[in-house]
Nanobody, 128 residues
């Protein structure tokens, strides 16, 4: 079955950096756009960014643009989220997801969270 396993979360001071990794198995990874999402306590799930199957196009939410970078290695079935200049408001559980319908991310927004395979999430905490 499909498994997505995130790692790399932790506690970091404001202004610091973290790199999250999502390792995928049980699917033909290079066929899927991959997304990163986050959910803070008491808040709705939020789109962070997505990368298309080839890695040639990447899309970001306005809140992370210029600070976060998504990349992928299809030879390793892995997608990455490099987070720089972290802020306390970036504190959340971060999830990677494989997009089963390869939707259009050019708006920088996702309002339909159906038809994704989801990982279990990794906690990122940014202290002020």
């Amino acid at each position: 079955q499909v498994q997505l396993v995130e790692s790399g979360g932790g506690l970091v001071q404001a202004g610091g950096s973290l790199r999250l990794t999502c390792a995928a198995s049980g699917l033909t990874f290079s066929n899927y756009a991959m997304g990163w999402f986050r959910q803070a306590p008491g808040k709705e799930r939020e789109f962070v960014g997505a990368i298309i199957w080839s890695g040639r196009r990447v899309y970001y939410a306005d809140s992370v643009k210029g600070r976060f970078t998504i990349s992928r290695d299809n030879t390793k079935n892995t997608v990455y989220l490099q987070m720089n200049s972290l802020k306390p408001e970036d504190t959340a559980v971060y999830y990677c997801a494989a997009d089963q319908v390869n939707r259009d991310y050019s708006s920088g927004y996702v309002d339909d969270y159906n038809n994704y395979y989801w990982g279990q999430g990794t906690q990122v905490t940014v202290s002020s």
